[in-house]
Every structure is written in C-alpha cells, then in structure tokens.
C-alpha cells in the first residue's frame, strides 16, 4: 500500500502493529476514525490512556480490576475453599460465562514456555503457592489447556502444591486437545468444570 501522507501512514502502522490486521484493513479503520468528530477521537485514544495508566492486577488472584482487589475476590457469597488456576482474563471471563463456578480465580498471567523464555518466575504463581499455603482453600482447580506448553505448567503447578493443599484436580476432557478454554462452548465448558476429577488420574491419561 503506498500511502500519500506521512500522518496517515503513521496511524496506519499503529494500527497494522495489532495482531491479525494487515495494512489494508488498518488504512479502513484509520479513514473511517478520520471521518469521526475530534471529540469521538479524543474518546478513543483517552480510553486507552486511561486504561494502560489505571488497571490494576488484583492483589489477591492476578486478574485485572478497577480496583485493588477485584469483583471475584471482594464478593463473599463465592466459595473461598476452592481456587480456580487460569492463564489469563479471557478464561475467568469464559469460565463465569458456564455460570456453573462459585469459586475464586487465580490467574497467571501466561504460561511456562521455555521457547518464548517464559519461566515459572515470570508467573503469578509465588502469589498462589502463599495463598494456599496461609488460606482457606481445599481445593485447587487447574484449568489450563492442554497443549505442551499448558500440560508443563500443570504438572508444575501439581508439584507445588501438593504439599499444601487437599485436593488438586483438572477440567474433565470433554476439551479437545489444546482447546483454547475462551473458545470452548458454554455448556462444554461448565459441564468440565463440573465433572472435573483429581489432577493424578488426568497424569495416566
Ligand atoms: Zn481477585
């Protein structure tokens, strides 16, 4: 795309830096802003200032929040005695959406990937070993896909914790095989959860 003003290609080339959009979409989505009011302009790039100045993780389970500590953790009809173990935001999110979980989260924040350079400290995962260890939880749920990288960081967590909590067990399998967990239907979903069996028995799959 050969673009006649250097501040249209400039917004271009932010826009095409977003994952699963080429130039040609971006240079749609930047004329059409160009259409808008300055005010609606000022609206869509405040929202992001805001949000990258202000989100916090919550202080207790990772996820992001408004506030210190989240929705989930402040609400105290949720059952405290069981932990929920995500990669991020979008699975807490796919997860409440089954309406089937009445536990707490904690998110990770990623997963263990040597090829990427992610390792266990570059995790959320001392938070959730002191949690265990000083909380109430009795049971701790790992939901983490199933491809190599998600299947490591499992059986990593598992080792951690058994000495400090009762019971560890993993979603049930109706997920196919590196399922991503956001793009599992509702109702597979919540019936995992559910249905979930102790992490050891998932080890001889
Ligand atoms: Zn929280």
């Not at 930047?30 to 790039?45: A, C």
């Not at 000083?134 to 499992?154: L, N």
């Amino acid at each position: 795309v050969n673009i006649p003003s250097k501040l249209l290609e400039n917004a271009v080339e932010q826009i095409a830096s977003l994952p699963g959009i080429g130039k040609k979409t971006a240079l749609r989505l930047v004329l059409h802003l160009l259409e808008r009011s300055p005010q609606d302009i000022h609206k869509f790039s405040d929202s992001f200032t805001q949000l990258k100045a202000l989100i916090n993780h919550c202080k207790v389970c990772g996820n992001l929040s408004d506030f210190e500590v989240c929705a989930i953790c402040s609400d105290n009809r949720r059952d405290q005695s069981l932990i929920c173990v995500v990669e991020d935001i979008r699975d807490v999110m796919a997860i409440e959406q089954t309406q089937q979980y009445k536990g707490l989260y904690h998110v990770l924040g990623g997963i263990i990937s040597p090829m990427d350079g992610i390792g266990p400290t570059d995790l959320n995962i001392e938070n959730l070993l002191q949690r265990v260890a000083s909380g109430s939880a009795k049971e701790v749920i790992i939901a983490i896909k199933a491809t190599m990288e998600g299947e490591t960081t499992s059986f990593y967590l598992y080792r951690k914790l058994e000495p400090y909590v009762v019971s560890i067990s993993t979603l049930s399998r109706g997920l196919a095989v590196g399922d991503e967990l956001e793009y599992t239907d509702e109702v597979t979903l919540g019936r995992s959860i559910l249905q979930r069996q102790p992490f050891d028995k998932s080890l001889s799959r």
